[in-house]
């Protein structure tokens, strides 16, 4: 099967999960066979076109600019749009996937232009991320609308999300394909110096490590863990807290951490190499994912595979791969007291602990492998594509 | 536990989106601080205030043409930028 994937986001354009999901699923559909190529934007250094691992990437460079967000994504759109058409002329494609609004124009035009169908990856919503408050957001719930009305068949990540975008933009379920997150499982096999990664991020041998990674934004209730650190604090003085990642929030986050008195006990790292996120994940004591709103969470997931015992909030996806007490800690969201009595209960109880990492490590293992999620993906694809030749 | 309100998304952050989408993220695409005012519609002055503070935090990069100071976005700058849409 020849597949044309659209995204925004791959690497090295690497932010959020996008990027991460895009790199794993097009590995993962070329090893089982597929002509994958990647449409993406352009990024310094990288090249216009490369094959990896038997993947075609085509990063396409927006030769026009606009400061306003909503107008930039409609030109390069465009500019997308006029690549796929142009490979599309040499290789004739069985299936589009386009993954998250910011690629939906391009796609649509696509999917009528070669008359193949669309698979339409809905991560998040507008709706989920940041609620409908400025006519930006109204704009882009309704592109977010447009593109799972236009496509043949939507996957989404978790339930919870199923749930939110069948409700709010009134889907058909049987539209609907719930086909989780995978991740690297061989990336958290190596081992590595766990003293020596936490002495060089400071944490003394006596210490508790708490990490907590992501995009510094609301939605990941990153303030809710540092309004637990006095309490931490107070009944845990061990314990230091290490947030890892960067974001538009950063500058609210280290005032809140400012205003905690522990100032001393929290480091914001900023963005740290693959290789750092690794080596940290497994030399931290407990790692917490206190999101408000989480389509899915692969940070927990990448915990449990590093065997680290996680804290999560009980919210969308994180739910349902997270088995309370048998698989990890779910605490109630936008609750310090919460958090902190989910990583005291980790820090208290070192064996069950253990037992709970081991657990979970064993779940991510048999279900959340890249193989198993492409032969889902793959799935669809032979599905949407026999209905398209039916019509 | 009552929290503050969300605060408003910073101004030099704004002048970083701004710098991204308009394609200043490579050395030969930079621009100065008084295209980058006209381009956003923000006096040069508070263009030149938000640029010093990017440099500092490293999220943009400084660059001399023909004795012009221009400026473009950093890898990691983009990456900053994309946490505001991803």
């Given amino acids: ?391 | 536990m009552s929290f503050t309100p969300l605060p408003p998304v910073p101004e030099e952050f704004r002048v970083l989106s701004m710098m991204h989408n308009i394609g200043a993220i490579t050395p030969e695409r930079s621009l100065s601080p008084d295209e980058l005012a006209m381009w956003t519609g923000i006096e040069v002055a508070t263009v030149k205030d938000c640029l010093q503070r990017l440099r500092e935090l490293g999220y943009v990069e400084q660059i001399e043409v023909s004795g012009v100071e221009k400026y473009h976005v950093t890898k990691v700058g983009i990456m900053k930028v994309l946490t505001l849409y991803s």
């Avoid at chain 1, 559909?29 to 038997?54: C, M, R």
């Avoid at chain 1, 991320?129 to 939507?154: K, M, Q």
């Avoid at chain 1, 889907?171 to 989780?180: M, N």
């Avoid at chain 1, 990890?328 to 990492?357: C, F, K, M, Q, T």
């Fill in chain 1, 1 to 391: 099967m020849k597949v044309a994937m659209i995204t925004w986001e791959y690497p090295p354009r690497i932010v959020g999960g996008i990027a991460r999901h895009c790199e794993g699923l097009a590995k993962a559909l070329s090893n089982i066979g597929h002509e994958v190529h990647v449409f993406t934007l352009d990024f310094p250094g990288a090249p216009n076109y490369e094959e990896k691992q038997s993947i075609k990437i085509y990063r396409t460079r927006s030769e026009v600019g606009h400061p306003n967000f909503l107008t930039w994504v409609l030109l390069f759109n465009h500019f997308i749009e006029k690549r796929v058409a142009s490979v599309s002329q040499t290789v004739n494609f069985d299936v589009l996937h386009v993954h998250d609004w910011l690629m939906a124009p391009s796609s649509i035009a696509l999917k009528h232009f070669t008359k193949k169908p669309l698979v339409f990856t809905a991560h998040s919503t507008e709706h989920g991320r940041s609620g409908l408050h400025i006519p930006d957001s109204f704009t882009i719930d309704g592109v977010e609308w447009w593109a799972t009305y236009e496509a043949n068949r939507v996957i989404v990540t978790s339930g919870a999300m199923k749930g939110e975008v069948c409700g709010h933009f009134q889907l058909p379920d049987k539209k609907v394909e719930v086909i989780p997150n995978a991740i690297d499982l061989g990336k958290y096999q190596g081992a590595v110096d766990r003293w020596a990664v936490r002495s060089r991020f400071g944490i003394q041998p006596h210490e508790k490590l708490i990490l907590c990674i992501g995009r510094l934004v609301p939605q990941k209730g990153i303030e809710y863990l540092l309004h637990a650190v006095p309490i931490l604090a107070r009944r845990r003085p061990e314990t230091k807290f290490i947030i890892v990642g960067d974001g538009w929030y950063r500058d609210h986050l280290e005032w809140v951490a400012n205003t905690t008195g522990q100032r001393w006990r929290i480091t914001f790292t900023g963005f740290v190499s693959d290789a750092d996120l690794v080596a940290l994940t497994k030399s931290a004591d407990v790692l917490v994912v206190p999101s408000v709103y989480e389509p899915f969470g692969i940070v927990a997931l990448e915990g449990m595979a590093a065997e680290v015992p996680v804290v999560a909030s009980q919210v969308g996806g994180l739910t349902e791969f997270i088995e309370h007490d048998r698989t990890g800690v779910l605490v109630y969201p936008r609750n310090p007291e919460s958090i902190a009595w989910g990583v005291e209960y980790i820090l208290s109880n070192p064996d069950h602990a253990r037992w709970l990492a081991q657990n979970a490590a064993e779940v991510v293992q048999k279900t959340y492998g890249w193989e198993a999620i492409a032969k889902r993906t793959s799935r669809v694809y032979e599905e949407v594509i026999a209905e398209a030749m039916k019509k």
